[in-house]
């Protein structure tokens, strides 16, 4: 609701509503509503410009201070959705910049629940039967009677019947009560969706960083070259990949070869670590799939680390 009321508002949209979104939405444990949550601020983002964007940029900042990993995705997509308004030779579009590059070289694993451990299975006793019928209620000569379990058991004890078969219900461990504990609240893990909208924020501010931050804008691209292929983390390999493609895109194709990547990604392929060569083909796949056509005179050159990968 609030990303279709923002374009007829414009500038004069509630400030309250993106400081709600920030510190209330982006709290929700279900995807769907974060989403919806970061689409309804990036519409009251684009809707003010730079009206408020100084209260919007220190609403997600204050958020981001209490916060870590995947769940700082959404906050940081805001932020990289409001620094797209300053001026590219604000000090803060560097900042910002560099915030982006936390999250996405930070990104962790999903958390894989783990399956309770299988009970063992009590050994059962191997039954040998050498007779039946009467001769297993005989003694071996036949002489000497057995007790015979089918009988009474007294004179005020019934029968042995079909209700001595049902099992009974089992008590409780002690310390343990009847109803069942509520569920651990399990901390969201990193989304391709939260990746890409990061990568997209970070593109806009590397253009922005062009010319008045074009150092730091190199240094985030070594940065992420490094983050892509010596990571631990299969997904902080990803992420990285996805923000190595978004700022090349926004520097230029020309910044491969002035930051040597094309280089490091021919070195890293031929390595015999896993890590690398998968973080080598992440960012292969990120490029290609970013920039295009314009990618593909690299391609050839990486064609044959690529096949022998």
Request: charged fraction near 25%.
């Amino acid at each position: 609701a609030a990303a279709a009321l923002a374009p007829p508002f414009g500038k004069d949209a509630p400030r309250d509503a993106f400081s709600w979104v920030v510190s209330h939405v982006l709290k929700d444990d279900d995807d769907a509503v974060v989403a919806a949550g970061v689409a309804a601020g990036v519409a009251l983002i684009d809707a003010a410009g730079a009206e408020g964007l100084g209260e919007r940029v220190a609403a997600c900042e204050a958020r981001l201070a209490n916060l870590d990993g995947a769940d700082a995705e959404a906050v940081v997509a805001l932020l990289g959705a409001a620094a797209k308004h300053l001026d590219p030779a604000d000090p803060r579009v560097a900042a910002i910049a560099e915030t982006l590059v936390d999250a996405l070289t930070t990104a962790q694993e999903a958390e894989v629940e783990k399956a309770p451990a299988p009970v063992a299975a009590k050994p059962k006793k191997k039954a040998i039967l050498k007779k039946t019928g009467a001769a297993a209620i005989m003694g071996g000569g036949g002489s000497t009677l057995k007790k015979n379990p089918f009988a009474s058991r007294g004179p005020s004890a019934p029968r042995l019947g079909a209700k001595d078969l049902i099992p009974r219900p089992r008590a409780p461990p002690p310390g343990m009560s009847g109803q069942q504990e509520a569920p651990k609240k399990k901390k969201r893990s990193a989304g391709e969706a939260g990746i890409a909208a990061v990568a997209d924020g970070l593109a806009r501010l590397a253009k922005a960083m062009k010319k008045p931050h074009a150092d730091a804008a190199g240094a985030l691209v070594d940065r992420l070259v490094n983050a892509a292929l010596d990571a631990a983390q299969p997904a902080t390999r990803r992420a990285a990949a996805y923000g190595l493609a978004a700022c090349v895109s926004g520097l230029g194709i020309g910044c491969l070869k002035q930051r040597g990547v094309v280089a490091r990604l021919d070195a890293a392929l031929a390595e015999e670590t896993v890590a690398s060569r998968h973080g080598a083909l992440a960012c292969v796949e990120r490029l290609a799939a970013r920039l295009g056509v314009l990618f593909e005179p690299y391609e050839i050159k990486l064609l044959e680390p690529l096949l022998n990968c």
